[in-house]
């Protein structure tokens, strides 16, 4: 299988992350070597620093239409789980009254 400069293009982030194998890395660094571009490419990209943490202000609408949507998320589980549990026992309490009554059945 040939390794065309499109896939060493998809693993150039990982790589230049240090988030590849040995074998991943040793791979890119041989075809880095055969193009003198695309390791110019790579050189360049290694030297930037991109920011870790970029703030991000959130306006006060933002804000609230999180907080709602997380209330309404919170109400629909808590509904949810009301639910099952409600079909649980009354699951038991169906067993339980078919056995007492197979129970009196037989005797």
Do not use: C, H
Request: proline letters at 4%; charged letters at 25%; aromatic letters at 8%.
């Amino acid at each position: 299988m040939e390794i065309t400069k499109n896939v060493i293009l998809d693993l150039l982030p990982s790589y230049l992350e240090n988030d590849v194998s040995a074998d991943t890395r040793a791979l890119v660094e041989k075809y880095l070597e055969s193009d003198p571009q695309l390791a110019k490419i790579a050189k360049q990209s290694a030297a930037m620093e991109f920011p870790q943490d970029v703030p991000v202000s959130l306006t006060k609408e933002d804000k609230m239409d999180a907080f709602q949507e997380t209330k309404r998320l919170l109400y629909r589980r808590t509904i949810i789980w009301a639910g099952l549990i409600a079909f649980g026992l009354l699951s038991l309490l169906g067993l339980a009254l078919l056995a007492f009554f197979m129970l009196v059945s037989v005797t």
